[in-house]
């Protein structure tokens, strides 16, 4: 699966609409050559608007003007950062498994 045909997807837990899919979070392991180790998936960001974009403002170290950095806070208030082990299935509505847990999308 192509990650932008993932983008925007609804998210559902139980049969209830719980977001869309706004990006991904992947982490880079240790391999065989560390200078180009495969990116892993290790989550997906969902958001309550269908299109929302961090704009690589998502990491807490990042300065930023204050206006982009209020705008932002506004405009992805609610979204969140679901675990891959959560995600019972990737189809035209993603699913979560009952009782996931929410974690922050912000990155250090």
């Known amino acids: ?3 932008g045909d993932l983008l925007g997807r609804t998210v559902e837990c139980d049969g209830r609409r719980i977001g ?11 391999g065989q050559n560390p200078g180009r180790a495969p990116a892993e998936l290790v989550g997906l960001v969902i958001g ?5 974009a961090f704009l690589g403002y998502e990491r ?12 932002l806070a506004h405009r992805h208030r ?3 950062l679901v675990d891959i082990d959560d995600v019972v299935e990737l189809d035209d ?4 498994r ?5 974690w ?5």
Request: charged share 30%; glycine share 6%; net charge positive.
């Open 20 to 30: 869309y899919v706004l990006d991904a979070r992947f982490v880079l392991r240790d």
């Open 78 to 80: 609610g979204s969140f």
């Open 93 to 96: 509505v993603v699913e979560v």
């Open 48 to 52: 309550p608007r269908r299109r929302a």
């Open 98 to 102: 009952s009782g996931f847990d929410r």
């Open 1 to 3: 699966m192509i990650l």
């Open 60 to 71: 807490i170290g990042v300065d930023r003007p204050r206006v982009i950095s209020r705008w």
């Open 104 to 108: 922050s999308p912000l990155l250090p």
